[in-house]
């Protein structure tokens, strides 16, 4: 394994690498580890965050072998102290070259998936707007484990598609039922789509946090302050029992990206 990788979790990623080559044999283009790992540094409830590419769609029993394989690689989050969570999101290369909006996803494995999976449930491949967020972020900082870099495989999004994707991914969160049990994430996604409205640059959840604190009015700051909290492992995540505080921040982080998307400023 790539002496660059953290080495706490060298083996885990050795185990993701052998599934995904041994089910997409030489579809396999490259692996890329991007994300906390090598940008900001491992939390205690970090994602281990892989690209994948391959040359072809994927048959439907591969689909389902590989998306069942990764299953004993990966844990819920603070579960297992040897197994972190994998996400794991392949793309066939010729449905984003040349690029087009919204981007094609092939197949995104993660352990809010495990119950579908486990009860035989395979989601399809779909388009997904997230990937022109998540290719802007791994052309930044990403990791080649195998195969080719990421920048002879891909071009760079273009900014309005990168902005475009953005506004998508906040128009998902509108009422409760949409970030209930996920409140923490949400909050810290918001901060940090936030800030790459206002920056053009993707950052570390934490760093987006922080310099959103600064920017928030004082009642919306204790759920930030909160999240953030949680995410560097100095805290208990506790946003499900204030709801309407959770409420009140992602409709006042929503109205200023909007805002700040319509008018520059």
Request: with cysteine.
């Amino acid at each position: 394994m790539n002496p660059s990788a953290p080495s706490e979790i060298t083996a885990q990623l050795s185990g993701a690498c052998a599934a995904l080559e041994r089910h997409l044999g030489e579809t396999l283009l490259a692996i890329h580890l991007f994300g906390s790992a090598i940008d900001g540094g491992l939390r205690p409830q970090s994602d281990i965050d892989l690209l994948v590419t391959v040359s072809a769609p994927m048959p439907d029993p591969v689909r389902r072998s590989l998306m069942l394989d990764l299953l004993p690689v990966s844990g819920w989050p603070g579960s297992d102290p040897a197994r972190r969570a994998l996400e794991v999101t392949l793309l066939v290369r010729e449905h984003l070259v040349p690029w087009r909006y919204p981007p094609p996803r092939e197949l995104q494995f993660g352990e809010w998936l495990r119950e579908e999976l486990e009860t035989g449930s395979i989601p399809p491949a779909t388009p997904d707007p997230d990937i022109a967020i998540l290719l802007t972020k791994a052309r930044q900082h990403s990791l080649c484990l195998t195969g080719t870099s990421i920048a002879e495989l891909f071009e760079p999004v273009p900014h309005e598609d990168f902005a475009k994707a953005l506004m998508d991914t906040v128009a998902q969160w509108n009422e409760a039922s949409d970030w209930q049990g996920d409140e923490c994430n949400i909050v810290l996604a918001l901060a940090r789509i936030w800030f790459s409205v206002a920056t053009g640059a993707i950052v570390p959840k934490d760093v987006a946090a922080s310099w959103a604190l600064e920017r928030l009015p004082q009642e919306h700051r204790p759920v930030l302050a909160s999240a953030r909290a949680a995410y560097l492992g100095d805290a208990i995540q506790d946003l499900v029992d204030c709801p309407e505080q959770v409420a009140a921040f992602i409709r006042h982080v929503k109205r200023v990206i909007l805002s700040r998307a319509q008018t520059g400023r």
